[in-house]
Nanobody, 124 residues
């Protein structure tokens, strides 16, 4: 069982930055690829980014590529999402998730564990 707790959300002006953190419980952190998803008001949850268990591979959805950076510290059982050049359309609840396997995972069914989410609001 893996428990995930996100932090770091908040209100920021367009063009600003935020860093989200996701702390994971358990001893098997490196066995799980980690991902960030988001759900904007009135929209379906969407994939944002993923990182492999070793941290050697990452993948981003097109709308955040070049602005967001995913990373992980396996010694601290923590995954991060550095978000720069934020836009109002980035406003959403952001969820951290742990995948079943170690390889990067882009789709919801590949993830077994989810955090409660943290709100990110970008004002124009």
């Amino acid at each position: 069982q893996v428990q995930l707790v996100e932090s770091g959300g908040g209100l920021v002006q367009a063009g600003g930055s935020l860093r989200l953190s996701c702390a994971a419980s358990g001893r098997t952190f490196t066995r799980h690829a980690m991902g960030w998803f988001r759900r904007a008001p009135g929209k379906e949850r969407e994939f944002v980014s993923t990182i492999s268990g070793s941290g050697g591979s990452t993948y981003y959805t097109g709308s955040v590529k070049g602005r967001f950076t995913i990373s992980r510290d396996n010694a601290k059982n923590t995954v991060y999402l550095q978000m720069n050049s934020l836009k109002p359309e980035d406003t959403a609840v952001y969820y951290c998730a742990a995948a079943r396997g170690e390889l990067v995972a882009l789709y919801d069914p590949e993830y077994d564990y989810w955090g409660q989410g943290t709100q990110v609001t970008v004002s124009s």
